[in-house]
């Protein structure tokens, strides 16, 4: 077989029907086998190469397992920042090593390859991606500031809109709430960022305030002198702040007494508290016997006629 047959089929894959002869079994494997040789040849002489690759994506690779638990490390030693975002941080720069390290193993592997063209095709279809998941990125982010800023953390009782219960998980896209009715809330963290969010636990003390209202006729200083004897024998009603009860109005049918107390903040004590004191309240006043008025109305009828009882009794005939 001559050189020229064997250039045509390797340019074109089979020999010209007019020319050159029909190509046989024994042309095929020639052409196989002089393919495999160069490959072999190729690989050979690219070994070195791609061992200096290989080892260059290991160090890499080592090296961000080396950072990440270095991250996690200082970050449970300093308490600086929140286990969860030490542990996304530390996630995040592993990851970024170790794409760094595949690329620059490639670029030994394949002198020509260039990252800035993959770099440059991101940047391009980042712009679609970024659109395409706008609301993913956005909980994304919102759920880093969260933990980075940490305006609660898990456990806390926290009241966003409608829900209110206590923080489960915060992660990359949802806070997660177990509700007083003991039901799971997933709030979008986009939402949980741009909403104003009451955290009830984030002092170790809790103010509670309600009122009583006492007669007209009633000594304003013996219902006040009853109620703060009813606090000071709950346990679980604080010392410090002291309880204070202030007149706050003078109703249509009562004097109306607020009653200022502070608890600790869980919203179990507090309900438990609650219920201690207004009981406690409602019985020691009605044994001092200071009363409770509730609002009522008279009605007046005019223009009705006297009743029987009133009319003028008739002369007897």
């Known amino acids: 077989m001559d050189a020229v047959r064997l250039q045509t089929l390797w340019l074109y894959g089979q020999p010209d029907k007019v020319n050159t002869p029909p190509f046989t079994i024994n ?19 690219r070994l070195p190469y791609l061992i200096v690759g290989v080892v260059v994506f290991l160090v890499f690779w ?41 690329l620059a193993a490639c670029v030994v592997i394949f002198p020509s390859f260039k990252p800035g063209d993959i770099i440059a095709g991101l940047g391009i279809t980042s ?6 998941f706008k609301d ?78 006492i007669g007209y006729t009633d000594s304003i ?11 000071a024998g709950i346990d679980g009603v604080l010392i410090d702040p002291a309880p204070w009860v202030y007149v706050t109005e003078l109703a249509g049918s009562s004097v109306n007494l607020t009653v200022f107390y502070w608890t600790e903040s869980t919203q179990a004590n507090v309900l438990k508290i609650s219920d201690q004191v207004v009981t406690g309240i409602k019985l020691a006043l009605d044994r001092a016997g200071i009363d409770m008025p509730f609002p009522h109305t008279v009605v007046l009828f005019d223009n009705q006629p006297d009743s029987p009882a009133t009319q003028p009794s008739s002369q007897a005939r």
Do not use: C
């Not at 712009?127 to 395409?132: E, P, R, Y």
């Not at 200083?221 to 606090?231: C, F, G, K, T």
């Open 27 to 45: 042309d095929g494997i020639v052409l196989f086998w002089r393919t495999v040789r160069g490959f072999l040849k190729d690989s050979v002489e």
């Open 62 to 102: 080592l090296l961000g397992k080396g950072v990440r638990k270095i991250i996690n490390k200082v970050a449970v030693q300093t308490h600086s920042i929140d286990d969860m975002l030490a542990n996304l941080i530390s996630r995040i720069a592993s990851t970024l090593i170790t794409i760094f390290g595949f």
């Open 127 to 132: 712009v679609a991606i970024g659109f395409a």
């Open 136 to 213: 993913i990125l956005q909980n994304f982010f919102a759920g880093l500031l969260l933990l980075w800023r940490r305006p609660f953390k898990v456990g806390d009782q926290i009241r966003v809109k409608d829900f209110e219960g206590t923080v489960e998980e915060i992660n990359m896209r949802s806070t997660r709430l177990k509700t007083y009715d003991g039901e799971r809330a997933i709030l979008p963290n986009g939402d949980v960022y741009t909403s104003s969010v009451l955290v009830r636990t984030a002092y170790n003390k809790r103010r509670t305030k309600f009122v009583v209202g």
């Open 221 to 231: 200083e013996d219902a006040r002198q009853v109620i703060h004897d009813v606090l």
